[in-house]
């Protein structure tokens, strides 16, 4: 069983940053394909950045291109990092870490395993 948990949320002002943190433990080779999901109060989840375990690859959704950046501890793969830049208030939600085998792409019914979810709030 794969486990992942979130850190590194918080308040900030718009224009701000953040880095938030995903741990993964466990069976990390369920670990082909990591992401970040938000939701918003009253509002769908909506995924926000994709990583590819397997030669790095990353993507953005439209909302956060140029301004978050995806990485993974050199040391340690098992942690992911969301940079968030020029933080906006459109961007407060709760951002959850989601992780699955397999093709890396939006769906995040596919993705098996999720976080608690760290809270991100930007304001004005």
């Known amino acids: 069983q794969l486990q992942l948990v979130e850190s590194g949320g918080g308040s900030v002002q718009a224009g701000g940053s953040l880095r938030l943190s995903c741990v993964a433990s466990?069976?990390?080779?369920?670990?082909?394909?990591m992401a970040w999901f938000r939701q918003a109060p009253g509002k769908e989840r909506e995924g926000v950045a994709l990583?590819?375990?397997?030669?790095?690859?990353?993507?953005y959704s439209n909302s956060v291109q140029g301004r978050f950046t995806l990485s993974q501890d050199t040391a340690e793969n098992t942690v992911l990092y969301l940079q968030m830049n020029a933080l906006k208030p459109e961007d407060t939600a709760m951002y959850y870490c989601?992780?699955?085998?397999?093709?890396?792409?939006?769906?995040?019914?596919?993705?098996?395993?999720w976080g608690q979810g760290t809270q991100v709030t930007v304001s004005s």
């Open positions: 989601a992780a699955k085998t397999g093709v890396c792409w939006w769906n995040e019914e596919r993705f098996t395993f």
């Open positions: 990583f590819e375990s397997d030669g790095g690859a990353t993507y």
């Open positions: 466990g069976y990390t080779l369920s670990t082909s394909c």
